[in-house]
Structure formats: structure tokens, C-alpha cells
């Protein structure tokens, strides 16, 4: 007796599974065409960028977020809400001490390397993720916050953890009350 | 699903990425295309592996072909494939009149002629995934009118 077929109880693992899938792929097809691991790294963010400019308009809308009043505010932000909703894990925030402008997002399970067991031969310094660099740097930008996004560790290059740093490099504007005189 | 804006926006920027790096080393179309559904061919083996792990062995080539249709179809766009053709002799014609991937570009003949580098990783999907499937094909597509297009499957007797 054949047993009923599965009524797709894993529909979001499959999309989530084409979308690590083709980045696995656009991965490799990039190493296959630019030598040097740092334009791989540099078409990954700028690549990341052009998606974040206009996932960040996603991301407003499906979430009803309201108005942050701190740097603190949006990197968690970013991690509880953002990540959880597009890639469903919840990275933890850390804050460097030293600076109020340095946030570090360390994540425990990555699933954009669900799949990659461990970087080609040749290709140590190769950020496999920065395309997620790129597109926090392009999401931020279009709320007007310049910030540097880089990875700090990797787990692909033999670190315990990953870890993403956010830099924002200019001040908040603060909110302009218009006053009656 | 939030996922899929994720996907369409890196399939949109893979596609101007390729063409793009072209245009600085003059490389033809034709091979941005290929580029392209080769990326698929991979994406679509792999998929097919994962979502046909549990799935109870297909009788024919047609039922494969439904499969394709109804539950690949469905969970990668969201939709079922509109109207399947067959000429019964190795010849699919998988219609679909509002392809996920082309909804947000236009709705009628407004870039057009853009619309074959859209389709081209799609292709590439369906050829990986028959081919795990132990069916060499080969797979091309046409639009008339966005966002309807079809996908021909050619069915390659080994």
C-alpha cells in the first residue's frame, strides 16, 4: 500500500533551501570567473548591496516596527527582527565597549552555508557570507545611516564563531520637533 | 513567505551581475544565457534531491512531468503550472500565466526583449531537476506577453 504522499511539510525549508542553493551556485560560478578571493568578496557586497537597498523597503512593510531612537536599537533590530524574518535565525548582539558606534553580530548557526563543508583549496581569505555585509550596509543606507559592515570572524576560516561587525560611521539625525513659537 | 523576496531579488541582481561583467569583456548573450541556466542546472539537482527524498516513485515520464507542474512548481513559485501540453512523443509545453519571476517587471509587452535573461535560470531548474530525475532534456522558453511565458521540454531519448 502506498503511503499518502507528504502534503510538503517542509515548503520552508525547500525555499530557503533554493535560496542558500543559488548562492551556492552564484559562489561558484564567481570563483570560476575572478581569480583574486578579493574581487569575489568585493562583487559579493556590491551585490549585497543592490539587494538591501531594496529589502530594506520589504522589510518596513511586512514589519511594523516603529521609530529607533539608538544604534543599540537597530542592531537589535536587525537581529531578532530581520534576520529572523528572511533567514530565520536570531543572531546575538554584542556591544563593543569601548565605542557606542561598534555592534557585533555573532551568529550561531548560519544556513547560507548549510551545504559548504569547507573553503575551495586556494581560497582562504574567500568571505563566503558577504553578501550579507552588503546588504545590511545597502539597508542601512537607505534610512540614511552610513555604517561599515564587515565580517570579524568566520567559521568557514576555522574561527569559533561568525561574526558581523557594524560600524555606523555618521551621527543619527536628531528628530526635528517643530515647536509653535 | 518572507524567503521569496530574498530569492527574487538575488535571482534579479545574478542577472544583471552576469550581463554586466559582460558587457566589460565583450562576451556574447548567448553566453550570459548559458551562464545563467548552468547555475540553474545545479540549483535544480540539488533541490529535486532534497524535496523528492520522501515522495513515492513516479510511474512514467508524464508523471514526472506532473510532478514538476503541480508540487515542484507550487513550492519554489507559490503556484501550479497553468496548462501542460504533450504531443506524447518526448514534447512538454509547461504554460504558466503569471510567472512569479516576471510579475514585477511588466504586464504586457514592456521590455520584452529583456525577458529571455530572466527566464534563463528557471530553465536551467527544470533541466537539473529532470536530470536527476534520470530524464536528459533540454529546455527552453518563450514569452508572447508578460508575465505569462512557457517552458518547452524537450525529452532526449538516451
Known sequence: MSRPGNRRPECHKINRDLFVLTYGALVAQLCKDYEKDEDVNNYLDKMGYGIGIRLVEDFLARSCVKKCHSYSEIADLIAQVAFKMYLGITPSVTRNESSRNEFSLILDKNPLVEFVEELPAGRSSLCYCNLLCGVIRGALEMIHLTADVTFLQDRLKGDKVTEIGITFLKKLEEKKCRRKK | ??????????????????????????????????????????????????????????????????????????????????????????????????????????????????????????????????????????????????????????IQKM
Not at chain 2, 545545479?42 to 503541480?70: H, N, S, Y
Not at chain 2, 504554460?95 to 535573461?117: C, E, I, V, W
Not at chain 2, 537539473?128 to 522558453?141: M, Y
Open chain 2, 1 to 154: 513567505m518572507a524567503d521569496e523576496a530574498l530569492f527574487l531579488l538575488l535571482h534579479n541582481e545574478m542577472v544583471t551581475g552576469v550581463y554586466k561583467s559582460a558587457d566589460q569583456g565583450e562576451v556574447e548573450n548567448g553566453r550570459c544565457i548559458t551562464k545563467l541556466e548552468n547555475m540553474g542546472f545545479r540549483v535544480g539537482q540539488g533541490l529535486i534531491e532534497r524535496f523528492t527524498k520522501d515522495t513515492a516513485r513516479f510511474k512514467d515520464e508524464l508523471d514526472i512531468m506532473k510532478f514538476i507542474c503541480k508540487d515542484f512548481w507550487t513550492t519554489v513559485f507559490k503556484k501550479q503550472i497553468d496548462n501542460l501540453r504533450t504531443n506524447h512523443q518526448g514534447i512538454y509545453v509547461l504554460q504558466d500565466n503569471k510567472f512569479r519571476l516576471l510579475t514585477q517587471m511588466s504586464a504586457g509587452k514592456q521590455y520584452l526583449d529583456h525577458a529571455p535573461k530572466y527566464l534563463a535560470f528557471t530553465c536551467g531548474l527544470i533541466r537539473g531537476g529532470l536530470s536527476n530525475l534520470g530524464i536528459k532534456s533540454i529546455v527552453t522558453a518563450e514569452v508572447s506577453a508578460m508575465p505569462a511565458c512557457k517552458f518547452q521540454v524537450m
